[in-house]
Structure formats: C-alpha cells, structure tokens
C-alpha cells in the first residue's frame, strides 16, 4: 500500500499523519507550537518527525515521500521555505534538509494550496480542472486551479484574497494597513475585530468580549445569538456574509471557475452559507455550472490532507521524470 508522511504546520500546532493514496487518514499526532521563528519551526518540525516516527510509527508500511503544508510564502519548485509573515522571513532549504534527515524525498507548499492539492487529489476538485478553493478561518485565502494549473504567483504569494475590499463599509482596520478588507470582516479574527469595535454601539448585545489577551470572540457564539435576534451578532454575521459573497463574485469573475468550493469553520455552519448563497446574484454565478459547495473533506483535517497529497503529487512527479 502507498502511504505518504503529510505534516500541517500551522500557527498554533503541527499536525503529522500517515495518509494512503486515497485520501485515508492511518495515523496521527498533534503537537504544539505557538509563536516562533522560521528555524525554531525547523527544529520542532524535526524533532516532532523523530517523535511521530518513535512513537506512533508506520508498522509494516514504507512512506513514499513526506508533505509539509506551511503557513507564509512557499516556493515549491526549489523546496524553500520563504517566509511566515513580514517579521519572520528567511529563506530556508526545508525540503532539502528534511530530505537529509529522513531519508525520505519532501514536498512542499503553502498550507491554504495544500488544501487545494488536496481538493484535486480527493475533493469535488477532481471533477474540475477550473475551480477556486477558498478558505475561511482564522483568515481567508484561495487555491485557484486554472486549466488544471494551481495559479501560485511570481512571489508564490498568489490567494491572498481576503485583502480586497468588498463592499462593506465598516470602518475595521485590516492587518495590511488598510481599512474594510473582507479578512477583517467575515474571517475569526476579522469578527474579532467588527465585534470589539462595534459592541459600544449595541449595549443591549448579549455577546461578551474575552478579556484575556490573545483570546478572539467566539464565532459559535456570535451565531448562536444571532438566532436569537441579537442585534449586534445579527449585523457581524450579515456583514460577513455578504463580504464573503461579493468575494465569490469578484473571483468567479476574474477566474471564471466552473467550481467553487468553501472550506473552514465560518462557513461550515448552515445558516452563514445560507446567507452567502442567498447574496450570489444569478448573472454573475450563471456559469458556475457545479456550483458553490461545501468541501466534503473533513475541515479538521484537510490540511493533513493537503500536505499528503502534495507529498503524493511530488512523488509521482518525480517518478516520472526519472522514467
């Protein structure tokens, strides 16, 4: 049986499995992380492997490759790790120095275009050489896939979508510097940011904000009063939506995709697609002819997935070169 290593690094945690080639999870371990450096991230990703393959093991089976799937700027090509963000960037040779370690050939990719690999390899992508993967959690970025070609970009930084601005005026200011992007409005942290902003506007609002630092709103919770009638909650969450909405408009326009598929937790509850679905304007979605879906991967564990089938698709593609 083929299996293959995938490893999620995120910002939070690292997420190693074993996954065979259809898509099926054997295997897998969590491990913390929490804000570090790019070479801090090396050593945990190697020491976390040496404990992945001590501890849990593969039995019996021999990976063909290992997959890592990283937040930042990925260069594929060359096995580079380029950067996590404007403060944490240095180039670093990862698949080669894993390569090294283990013994074993490493891909890699940005985590948000693993997951679109992913949706190729085992999701509604494989019916679709034409579709955008768009990723709404934490933050928001899309895989698109045109002509069957994931679109990455002369910087590799291509899918950073969720810095454009939508057409809800809010007056939030995003990460980027500017004002309204639909990431600080309809992702986790943009609902953060609309709900602290907001509330002295809505005293009557049952939504109570963390006062702990670090701590984000609760979506769940924003939604669960939203049902409720909240006032607040009701706006954040109509906000989003149609954010969300006008930016599956813009790409299904520029990229003109038979396919769009929705990924993370925001929109994973019925009554947030809902609300998106009723804001697609049918002109606009017409030749959308597979529609707008919900991933059938499981959300919890498509970045696995994605880094798997980007361990998957690189060695096959070296195999065939070799051939």
Known sequence: METYLGLDFGGTKLFIGEV????????????????VNQQSAVDIIKSSLSDYLRTVGCGDR?????????????DSDSGQWLQIDGDRSQAIDLAYDITETFGLPCFLSNDVKSATTAEQCWGYGKMSDNFVYINIGTGIAAGTVIDGRLTRGSH???????????????????????????????????????????????????????????????VRRIYEL??????????????????????????????????????????????????IMMRLHQHTMRFVTNGVVLTRLDPANIGLLGAAAVAMSGYRKLQNKEQ
């Open 20 to 35: 065979d080639s259809d898509g099926n999870i054997l295997s897998g371990k969590k491990y913390s992380t929490g804000y």
């Open 62 to 74: 021999h990976p063909s490759a290992i997959g890592i799937g990283l937040i930042g700027r990925v």
């Open 156 to 218: 590799f930084n291509a899918g950073e979508v969720g810095h454009t601005q939508v057409g809800v005026s809010v007056g939030v200011k995003c990460c980027c510097g500017r004002r309204d992007c639909v990431e600080a409005i309809a992702s986790g942290s943009g609902f953060d940011l609309c709900a602290r902003m907001m509330k002295p506007h809505y005293p009557e609002s049952a939504l109570e904000l963390p006062r702990q630092s670090g701590e984000r709103v609760d």
């Open 226 to 275: 939203a049902r409720m009638n909240d006032s607040l909650c009701e706006t954040l969450v109509d906000n989003a939506a149609t954010g969300i909405a006008n930016l599956i408009m813009n790409l299904v326009r520029v990229t003109d995709p038979d396919t769009v598929i929705l990924g993370g937790g925001i929109v994973s509850d019925p009554m947030m697609y809902n609300k």
